[in-house]
């Protein structure tokens, strides 16, 4: 038995449905059939009705209305040898009298005022009468039969109809089940599949030779299979990066506390405490990046809000490494299209292309020798920033992007997370990001285009 208040299943529903509607549909079929032969046989035998009125009507005006009743045969069953109980004729003269009629048409009424069909009760049943007048006015014709004599005629011919349909019903409704539990077949074999899977498994479904109708939801199903396979992927990886990336600096924040609290005197406590104060940063910058980078993976596409308000973006991107800026003596120089010509038309999400921006403006400030100028570039095809540290070799280039990967040589601290950052939001707006000398061959510079556009 169904629990109360549980789903029915598409098959239930399909069988409750066709099992209702197939009779309906059945009974209707057979009250347009009941119909139809009602008529046909109206039809007949008003036809015959009208043929035996008018036969008698030429035989009486053949005869000239001389002709009389065999001898010894009453006139009222002169027609009636036959014992036809169903059927009833009767003629009347001029003047009214009974001139001829059968068992039962004696019984007919006279009626001047008829002419066609009528229907009239007779001895307690109906019958139906066809009345004929004569073109002078000599004779009144008047041929009838039970109505009961028709319905039984059209109930015989429907039931012999119907009765054989009757009998095949069952094997109907039969082949309607077993036809719905075919058609439904693949969907009870992915219910089936699905309900015995692991969590963890994540397989497509198999969509070659399932339904049309079916083929959508198959579709839907492995895309959202994907969805949750990247995301969970992206959720291992950041759990193992987190680990991996994070044993070091806790180690060494270990390490330097100890130093802290094994200082002998006050100049090699504040030398620790510088370290142990480094540390915390890089941590802190760590933390920091590889959140962003999380939250940026997690995003599959930009939202196309507003357009893009790049003074706002670089007014927030240059407040945030100020910092860093002063603490290496950089100088941060903005540069806009001449002529009030627009900055890099897009449709986007400011928060992350500020991100974006900040970590291409970090890297420059970070990467820079000291004292020099970063300079933040916009055309209305590109966002450029360049600095005048150290060119890069090719092989270095091509591995720009890589998690947690930094160029030897380094002195300033940082995670190896902010070029893959800055690619990722590149590519959540439609952009690309290429890396290479300036102009002149010396120092780095990012340029920041769409896509599609080639490089310069």
Known sequence: MRPKGAPVSLQRRLMLYLLVAAPLVWLMAVAVSVNRAQRDVNELFDSELIRLARQVQVVLAHDGGNATPPEGVDKASAIGEADLRDFAIAVWDAQGRLYLADREGGELPRRLDAAGFISQPLRGELWRVYYLQSPG??????????????????YDLTISQVLPWLLVLPLLLAALAWAVRRALAPVVAVAGELQHREASDLRPLAANGAPAELTPLLTAINAQFARVDALLKRERRFTADAAHEMRTPLAVLRAQWDVVRRARDERERADA???????????????????????????????????????????QAISECLPLAERRRIEFACEWPPGRREALPLMGDAELLAVMLRNLLDNAARYAPTGTLVTVRFSPD???????????????LERLGERFRRPGGQQESGSG???????RIAALHGLAVRFGPRADGTGMKAAVTFADARPS
């Open 137 to 154: 006015g000599e004779w009144l014709v008047a041929a009838g039969q039970k109505a009961y004599e028709r319905d039984e005629l059209v």
């Open 273 to 315: 405490q510088a370290r142990f104060s480094a540390g915390l940063d890089r941590m802190d910058r760590l933390v920091t990046q590889m959140l962003a980078l999380s939250r940026v993976d997690s995003r599959e596409v930009a939202p196309l809000e507003r357009e893009v308000d790049w003074p706002a973006v670089a007014e």
């Open 382 to 396: 590109r966002v450029e920033v360049e600095n005048a540290g150290a060119a890069l070799e090719p092989a270095e």
């Open 417 to 423: 997370l902010g070029i893959s950052i800055v690619q």
